[in-house]
């Protein structure tokens, strides 16, 4: 069973920066496409960003330009750097694997942007 575990979340101030991790057990980790998420109180799980199997990013609006995500495959993990954070950006964020039409979900980190 593959495990996902998403770390690096916390309260930071708007106009903050902060690098969230999600680390990949197993041996599926460079065949598989990673995806951030994110889910705000009272609103639908979002795509904030992912990157393909190649490299290739895809990043919601409203994070363009702010948001960069990235990919080690020799340590199982995928980054998100976020830049200019503000309060709207505050939820949970989730990391998923996708590994063909199978997905692995993670618990989630809270990220807080507040003053």
């Known amino acids: 069973q593959v495990q996902v575990v998403e770390s690096g979340g916390t309260l930071v101030q708007p106009g903050g920066s902060l690098r969230l991790s999600c680390a990949a057990s197993g041996n599926i980790f460079r065949d598989s496409a990673m995806g951030w998420y994110r889910q705000a109180p009272g609103k639908q799980r979002e795509l904030v960003a992912d990157?393909?199997?190649?490299?290739?990013?895809n990043y919601v609006d409203s994070v363009k330009g702010r948001f960069t995500i990235s990919r080690d495959n020799a340590k199982n993990t995928v980054y998100l750097q976020m830049n200019s954070l503000k309060p709207e950006d505050t939820a949970v964020y989730y990391c998923?694997?996708?590994?063909?039409?199978?997905?692995?979900w993670g618990q989630g980190t809270q990220v807080t942007v507040s003053s």
């Open positions: 990157i393909s199997i190649g490299g290739s990013t």
């Open positions: 998923n694997l996708k590994y063909g039409v199978v997905g692995f």
